[in-house]
């Protein structure tokens, strides 16, 4: 069963952040709610969403520059512009700092809705190629992983985003070691336990923080825990 998408609407009046948190809520989404662009921006860090509605004008900073700030570090995460501020050239500033879509807040709720499901869609189509683990997203095709907290990728082999990504398709399950080495090492495994010991290490070594969710099940083998403390 696939998880809802996590959304973040950066809104700084109260009843209309609550309003669109209802609204998302219904429509089974996963909100988290900011009611200024710090506080976005502390939600998106701790984890990155699925898609993110900004308002333009909010206290402190304004939604342009947070979209900025957002797109230095993250290409790809929808954004979408949710405003009362009208204007062919507020909404070319919008795109231009690297908004998907900018929406006027008369808009209906079914419109918004079927948008930013249109949005999802479209990211979901055009990277078959990525998966999240905690806060990385591993590239299957050039076996890489970024991080917002990382300033370069991290290089995997093929066997390590194999077993990143069976692990984030399985969360909270536990593999016994045999299971894992008859899938993944298959006829080059030798007998030797120290194989998936090794592996398992580095795949936390290279995931930092991250490397605590895989969880050594004593006895047994591993487990993924994407909800674990950092």
Known sequence: MQSPADIIIAEDERIVRLAL?????????????ARDAKMALE??????????????????????SLCEEIRRIDHDTPIVFLTQLAGEENELKGLESGADCYIPK??????????????????TMSSPDKFKFG???INKDSKTMTSEKESRAVILSQRE????????ENPGQVFSRDFLFSKFWSDDYDGSDNS???????????????????????????????????
Not at 47 to 60: E, G, S
Not at 106 to 121: D, F, G, P, W, Y
């Open 135 to 137: 806060s990385w997203e």
């Open 43 to 64: 939600l998106y860090r701790q984890k990155k969403p699925d898609i993110i509605i900004l308002d333009v004008m909010m206290p402190k900073k304004d939604g342009f």
């Open 196 to 230: 998936l010991t090794m592996a398992i290490m580095r795949l936390r070594e290279k995931l930092g923080a991250d490397g605590a969710k895989i969880t050594t099940v004593r006895a047994c083998g591993y487990t993924y825990e994407p909800e674990k403390p950092m």
């Open 161 to 168: 985003a194999n077993l990143l990504e069976f692990f984030s």
């Open 21 to 33: 948190t209802d609204l998302f809520t219904k429509a089974n989404y996963d909100v988290r709610s």
């Open 106 to 123: 008369t808009v209906s709720n079914e419109i918004l809705l079927a948008r930013v499901k249109a949005l999802l869609r479209k990211k």
